[in-house]
């Protein structure tokens, strides 16, 4: 866990927004359809690092991925990638 005695460190909960490719691929596979696991791991990896990129530039100190593989926030999911972002890299 990382700690600092100089400042309170930064996090957050909850999803962030997925391109809209992704939400459309989350939403068909929950429906049932037959969607290409191999386009939807693609679409999840560039998704999961820009919402990572993002959480660095913003100054995030323990970011995640921001529920990218999941079509719903309220789902338990095996996929999730977390991060932690060392606060000795500023």
């Known amino acids: 866990m990382l ?3 100089d400042r309170i460190l ?3 909960v909850g999803s962030l927004p997925r391109p809209p490719t992704l939400s459309e691929l989350l939403i068909r596979q929950e ?10 791991a693609r679409e999840v990896e560039i998704a999961t690092t820009h919402v990572i990129d993002k959480q660095v530039e913003a100054g995030v100190d323990v970011g995640n991925d921001g529920e990218q ?3 719903s926030g309220n789902r338990k999911y095996s996929q999730t990638a977390w991060l ?3 606060a000795g890299n500023r």
């Not at 429906?31 to 939807?40: C, F, R, Y």
């Open 84 to 86: 932690i972002i060392s």
């Open 3 to 5: 700690m600092s005695t």
């Open 69 to 71: 593989c999941s079509p």
């Open 31 to 40: 429906a049932g359809e037959t969607i290409d696991a191999a386009e939807l």
């Open 10 to 12: 930064v996090s957050h």
